[in-house]
């Protein structure tokens, strides 16, 4: 078992003597130091597991030496040690971060049951912090998963060195692609990871309550607001606030919003009081906002703001490579929740590579549940992709029911239902088109397909 290592910061030799000697016969590693100057040296050079503080201290005052731990790690746990006449500043120490204080002279069965306390309490929270970083990992789990298409490897680099930064972040793709999985991503992997992640679907508030959604109201701020509730910028206060469809925002909130992003200033609905704020922004929209901003449906000033950073999430039909990776592990998933085993066979990979996803990963996702639910044996086979996926898709009404009004994504479905229709002869499958092989041979190279010529 490892060691656990203490900084004991006391000034009075003897006693620093004395409570070095003692803590290392309880079993622990001590580093022992005599003033208030050279902590954060220190902090960095080695990993304490709990520190043990005098305040009355030359130099630096222990107060200022207790905020110097708390910047470095908020899960250490700070005892502080002081004199009868200090217990008022001690009071304040645990307001400011302290684990527990204890008075001089220290009765070492105390000492040692409070360390032992705060060594278990810093413990705990580690393992708390752990596991909500996994968590989050964990809910970007389309995203994990080993993507073997250069743009996927690409992506998952970008996140690594931008999830670092503190500066605001722009994800732009098209709905299905996981844009909130990126963006969960980037808050797993910031230096904000412990604090809260917090979501604002901007398409979904009514247009009258966004600007109390976002930064909140007092009481009697408008009819209903029968008191004061705090908006969702003071919900992420010291996290990061996810603004999803970022585009669907009404021009007359955007000015609030800018000064929220460049000053992290908010005023509630109905008071003249500002209050600052710490959020780090990440957005999200399918839309084109650079051509919102040109017909002035979108500030350029709060773009700019809001895209010092971009990153663009690749459609699925251009990571075709992507399609199998992701569709096994979603059919494990589905595995582990049914308690029963499920594979793909070659030939069911192959259809599921060869459908466009007009819904990218999410389409993906919800297409291999299905699978997982109706399939009868433990191999997913062509005929049940057929069945259950493009079986369901051809049988989507023709009228007001389309997958999506993208034309290049209409033509791709278009394309896979002539290669479906024609059994993968893609010459009958330009006939059913109406265009030349030729033609349907550069479409299908276009779109990631490298396709081979039908056997004569």
Partial sequence: ?????????????????????????????????????????????????????????????????????????????????TGHGSVALAVTAMQRGAFDFLTKP??????????????QHGSLLRENQRLRRAAALAGAGALVVAAPSQKAQRLDQQIARIAASTESVLITGESGTGKELVARRLHAGS??????????????????LVESELFGHVKGAFTGAEQRRPGLFEAADGGTLFLDEVGELPLEVQPALLRAVQFGEIRPVGSDAVRQVSVRI???????????????????????????????????????????????????????????????????????VQHPWPGNVRELENAIVRLGVLVDGPTVTAADVDEYVLGALRQRPAAGGLPTLELAQLEQLAIAAALQLSSGNKTKAAQVLGIAVKTLYNKLAAAGDTPKPDDA
Avoid: W
């Fill in 191 to 208: 230096a904000r990871h412990a604090e809260p992640f917090v979501v604002v679907h901007c398409g979904a508030i009514p247009r009258q």
């Fill in 282 to 352: 990440l957005a999200a929209t399918h839309r084109d906002l650079r051509a919102k901003v040109q017909d002035q449906s979108f500030r350029e000033d709060l773009f700019y703001r809001l895209a010092v950073l971009e990153l663009q999430v690749p459609p699925l039909r251009d990571r075709r490579d992507d399609i199998g990776p992701l569709a096994n592990a979603f059919l494990q998933r589905e595995a582990q929740r049914s308690g029963r085993p499920l594979q793909f066979d070659d030939a069911a990979v192959q259809r599921l």
């Fill in 1 to 81: 078992m490892k060691e656990q290592r203490l900084l004991l910061v006391e000034d009075d030799d003897s006693l620093r003597l004395v409570l070095t000697r003692e803590l290392k016969r309880m079993g622990f590693g001590v580093v022992a130091h005599p003033r208030g100057d050279g902590v954060p040296p220190l902090l960095r050079q080695h990993e304490f597991d709990a520190v043990v503080l005098d305040l009355n201290l030359p130099g630096t005052p222990g107060m200022d030496v207790l905020a110097q731990v708390v910047a470095h790690d908020a899960e250490l746990p700070v005892v502080v040690c």
């Fill in 106 to 119: 220290v009765d070492l069965d105390t000492l040692e049951a409070t360390i032992r306390r705060a060594l």
